[in-house]
């Protein structure tokens, strides 16, 4: 009798030890992002290190403008709704709702990488800040040329899962492994404010 309780016990234990396992997606993309967050730490701590020490011009509060990249912000901020819109979109099976959430959040995204080209082009040309002007030069295009890599691969990764949508590929059961991408997507945002607040708050 003790012999079978104690048998019904541990295979209860055991049970509960299974429900309770994590998903190996959201573990591997909390890993991910850990490791890309401490990347992004240091080229923060590098930039704010470095802020006001450039020899020569320009400096920040010669060359950069706000209105522009306020407007690439909110772009990329509302793409974090467009995102979970089309999370919700997918679990319900509704292809089409899927597809339109996804194409704006692409949109969105494309509409921040060209913002970013715009504002580079006029610091370029306009101001003469390149990589190798100054200490500013070099710390501005660091990170947020690090951020936007991060952009275009999340881009990247989007888009393909919206040729796949598009061809049939991308169905209800997928649910979860898109919503495991939306996450980087959602961790790119988060990044920009932090970037956003170190180079064109703090360090203007």
């Not at 404010?193 to 180079?199: D, E, H, M, Y």
Request: net charge positive.
């Amino acid at each position: 009798m003790n012999a079978s309780m104690n048998a019904g016990a541990i295979h209860a234990r055991q049970s509960t030890v299974r429900q309770w396992q994590p998903s190996r997606g959201k573990v591997g993309m909390v890993c991910l992002i850990a490791a890309e967050s401490c990347i992004f730490l240091t080229f923060v701590v590098a930039y704010l290190f470095y802020i006001g020490k450039s020899a020569t011009g320009p400096q920040p509060k010669d060359v950069i403008e706000m209105p522009l990249v306020i407007v690439n912000t909110i772009a990329l901020l509302s793409s974090s709704f467009t995102v979970v819109m089309a999370v919700k979109a997918l679990e319900r099976k509704a292809s089409r709702a899927f597809l339109g959430w996804l194409g704006v959040t692409i949109a969105l995204g494309l509409w921040f990488i060209g913002g970013t080209a715009w504002e580079w082009k006029g610091l370029m040309e306009e101001d003469g800040l390149y990589l190798g002007t100054n200490l500013f030069g070099t710390t501005f295009y660091s990170l947020v040329g690090l951020h936007l890599l991060h952009v275009v691969v999340g881009l990247t990764m989007l888009g393909l899962v919206l040729i796949l949508g598009a061809l049939g590929f991308v169905r209800g059961k997928h649910a979860h492994a898109f919503d495991m991408l939306s996450w980087y997507w959602h961790f790119v945002d988060a990044v920009w404010i932090v970037v956003f607040t170190t180079v064109y708050v703090i360090g203007r």
